[in-house]
């Protein structure tokens, strides 16, 4: 299986959105639905309530997060089947934003399961306004969020499991040196300057057959913000959280400057700035 693992508001979403509009027959309309739409490769993503309370005899959202990670091997053989049923669908991207890390010894992410994980980073300071927004809560919440190690969230308001993602440096840390599958890490800020260049490197990396320039092209043209913001004003989008207003909110690059407290955006700087400035951000 074939993941896109990110830290939350990295840009998980959209390299979902382009990788399922390569060369199908899909509108800005059909990808603005996520979950609830008819692209169903969009509906895959590995803390599925169903696929862990298949395997468990007691209701999975009242275990610890420890003993539901015990699941997780069995749970990710169903959203393995799952996943083969779309064959005809390919390429596609499996949601989720844990951590690469062990629990009580049991790893969250094995090769077992896991073929290629597409990695998109972004600058920590334009996370926090977009995870602000996104919660409703404040700059410097957004921020204590952003480093606090035991950290977790989920999708919106659906019932699925939570993620565990800890602080944003020791996310990106544990993707940046694996060995036991291939990963590519991509930083948001080339997406957002070069989407098709950026876009045709993610394909070929995720073996993409009769390549193309033109088809890359495509499936980046229906995933323009502009036309998701308005696909999603007409008929909205069930990804949104309870306390956000839009959720494609603008895509920037470094809205931060104009929008973050400077005292936030130094104390973001002082939590993360050794892997700010391994990433090129400081």
Not at 142 to 158: F, V, Y
Request: aromatic share 10%; with cysteine.
């Amino acid at each position: 299986m074939d993941f896109v693992v990110s830290y939350p508001k990295s840009g998980n979403n959209w390299t979902r959105l382009v990788t399922a509009a390569y060369e199908k027959e899909v509108s800005s309309e059909d990808l603005v639905q996520l979950k609830s739409g008819d692209v169903m490769e969009l509906n895959l993503t590995d803390i599925a309530t169903k696929h862990y309370q298949s395997v468990s005899p007691l209701p999975v959202l009242d275990l610890d997060f420890a003993t539901q990670v015990r699941l997780r091997p069995a749970a990710l053989l169903l959203l393995a089947q799952d996943a083969s049923f779309l064959a005809d669908r390919k390429p596609f991207l499996i949601q989720s934003h844990h951590i690469n890390a062990q629990i009580n010894d049991i790893a969250l992410w094995h090769p077992d399961w896991v073929d290629r994980v597409v990695n998109p980073v972004r600058d920590p300071r334009e996370v926090c306004c977009s995870q602000a927004a996104h919660f409703g809560i404040s700059y410097a919440k957004s921020a204590q969020l952003m480093a606090d190690p035991n950290a977790r969230t989920g999708p919106g308001d659906s019932p699925d499991l939570l993620w565990f993602t800890s602080t944003w440096s020791a996310h990106a840390r544990s993707w940046l040196d694996v060995d036991e599958f291939p990963v590519h890490t991509v930083r948001y800020e080339d997406l957002k300057a070069n989407p098709v260049g950026e876009f045709y490197n993610i394909f070929s990396f995720l073996g993409v057959s009769d390549l193309s320039v033109e088809a890359v092209e495509g499936a980046v043209e229906k995933t323009r913000f502009d036309r998701l913001q308005e696909a999603e004003a007409e008929q909205g989008a069930p990804g949104t959280a309870p306390d956000q207003e839009q959720f494609f909110r603008s895509g920037k690059t470094d809205g931060w400057k104009d929008e973050l407290p400077t005292d936030v955006a130094r104390k973001i700087e002082e939590d993360h700035g050794e892997v700010m400035e391994a990433l090129g951000y400081l």
